[in-house]
Structures are given as structure tokens and as C-alpha cells.
């Protein structure tokens, strides 16, 4: 599979006032093309200084970033670098500068010299793929929360990148707001093959993901499959993260003496679990 984002041993430090504080420490990440990825960690884990890193808004100090690859310290490959890989951010209202929908949508065309046919097939296409198409003559004050976060999305969709980094995009989000999102996400991944890092907060946002980064005080501590990753529930906690509501009950079950697999992440798998164990079916772990 084609790798479309490489870390080197990547290590970028913060400087604050008298002090320099290391963020990342020789990081090394590989993100195959098409892979819905979740980053987790908890605040000063590193996992949003690494994310800036995808599409160059930070330089690696040490180690180098290759996106399909282009390293990005060469400033020649910049232009290439930010339309292979968009980035979206925990607020919209940062990213939305247009006072009408398919405006906002078609900033970036217009600044980069898309011709004027062009720009509205794109911002038609990109507008239907997040579901916004209906709102294209609102203007953005008046959306919700997810609303707001689909536009901004669609504007990035509308450059047509192979990759989306999304650095907490539903952390402002009522509940309805986050499904809206996820699921446009989930969408382009599926639908159109668009390659997701999603740095979260969120575990059960984390359970939907191919694969699940956590990391740790500027490394990566576990990689593997959400079933891997959560399964590790004492790790996690350790480092002050939790693990998606079921996978914890059945940790708590398990520990109480019933014979659980420890990797059940989805709330109608632990459903048929249990009911198997009571009934004497289950399998022993």
C-alpha cells in the first residue's frame, strides 16, 4: 500500500521564555494511503504538534516529514505539500472568512487561479459530499456548530487533497453536531478514498478508526488496531486516557472474574458476549 505520509524521527521543540521544552522526541509514523487513522493522547502529548507536521505548518527540528515523497522543509514543494493534505482545525468559525456558504467554499479556488467553471463544479461537488449543498446561499453565522465544521471541511474537499488531518474537530460540537461530522468523514474516507488522521478526544470516535496512535509525552505508546489498542485498558488509564464505555465494563467483568475477551469494543458485540457467557457459550479467554 502507498505510504502517503512519512515521520522520520521527527523531534520539534516549543521555546518558552527561558526554558525549551521538547515536544517530539524522534517520532517515526507511516500513514498508508486510504487509512482512516486516530491519533489520541492526553494535552501535551505532542499528538496536534505532530499533526501541524503533516501539511507543514510546523517544521521538524530533527528527522524529516515526506508527504508522497515530498519533504517539507523544502519550501519549493509547499504549494504541492498543502494540496495533497488539508488540515482542519477545533474551530470552524477560524476557518470560515466568507459571509456565504459557497463563497467560503470557493476561497481558496479563487486565491490559488481555479478557473471560474472549475470552481463551481468543485464547490458543488464538495458541498454535496458534506451534505451542505441545501445551505450554499446561507450565510455561516446562522449555521450550527456541525454545520459550520461540515463547510469548513468542504472547503478543503474542494482542493482535493488525498489526506485530511482534523485536530479535534467535534471537541465544540454538541452530540448531533459530532455524529454529523463523523459521519461526513467517515464518507469521504469510504465513499471517495480520502485518507483521514483524526486527533481525537473522543474514544468512541477512535473505536470507528482502521488504527489508533496513542501518544505519550512525545512518543508513540501503542499502534495497532482499535481492538489492540483498547484492549490495553490499564496502559491507557495509566496516562491518563480512558477507553470506550464497553470495552471498560467488560474490563470491570473480567477482573470480577467472568471470562470475557478483553478486545470487545462495540456495543452489540459485548451484547452477545455476555449473553453467550451467561448462558455457558463463551469461549474462555
Known amino acids: 500500500m502507498n505510504k502517503i505520509i512519512e515521520a522520520e524521527k521527527v523531534s520539534f521543540r516549543y521555546e518558552e521564555e527561558d526554558t525549551t521544552r521538547l515536544v517530539l522526541k524522534e517520532v517515526s509514523l507511516e500513514i498508508p494511503a486510504g487509512q482512516f487513522l486516530a491519533i489520541l493522547g492526553h494535552n501535551g502529548s505532542g499528538k496536534s504538534t505532530l499533526a501541524k507536521h503533516f ?6 527540528m530533527g528527522g524529516r516529514v515526506l508527504v508522497e515523497g515530498m519533504d517539507t522543509r523544502e519550501e519549493e514543494h509547499l504549494y504541492d505539500i498543502r494540496q495533497r493534505v488539508g488540515m482542519v482545525f477545533q474551530n470552524p468559525d477560524n476557518q470560515i472568512v466568507a459571509t456565504i456558504v459557497e463563497e467560503d467554499v470557493a476561497f481558496a479556488l479563487e ?48 482542493m482535493r487533497p488525498r489526506c485530511i488531518v482534523l485536530d479535534e474537530p467535534t471537541a465544540m460540537l454538541d452530540p448531533k453536531g459530532r455524529r454529523e461530522v463523523l459521519a461526513t468523514i467517515h464518507r469521504l474516507n469510504k465513499e471517495e478514498g480520502i485518507t483521514v488522521a483524526l486527533i481525537t478526544h473522543y474514544m468512541d470516535e477512535a473505536a470507528q478508526a482502521d488504527r489508533v496512535v496513542v501518544m505519550d ?6 499502534d495497532g488496531s482499535p481492538r489492540q489498542v483498547f484492549s490495553q485498558v490499564e496502559t491507557l ?20 472474574g467472568w471470562k470475557l475477551r478483553p478486545d470487545i469494543i462495540g456495543e ?18
Open 268 to 285: 452489540e458485540e459485548c451484547i452477545r458476549e455476555i449473553a453467550a457467557y451467561l448462558k455457558g457459550q463463551a469461549v474462555p479467554s
Open 111 to 158: 486565491n490559488n487561479g481555479v478557473e471560474p467553471a472549475e470552481i463551481r463544479r468543485r464547490v458543488d461537488e464538495a458541498l454535496k459530499a458534506v451534505g451542505m449543498y441545501e445551505y450554499r446561499e446561507h450565510a455561516p453565522h446562522q449555521l450550527s456548530g456541525g454545520q459550520k465544521q461540515r463547510v469548513a471541511i468542504a472547503g478543503i474537499i474542494a
Open 237 to 256: 488509564k495509566n496516562v491518563g486516557l480512558d477507553v470506550p464505555q464497553t470495552t471498560e465494563l467488560v474490563h470491570e467483568l473480567r477482573a470480577a
Open 217 to 222: 509525552e512525545g512518543v508513540i505508546l501503542l
Open 55 to 60: 501539511n507543514a505548518i510546523l517544521l521538524p
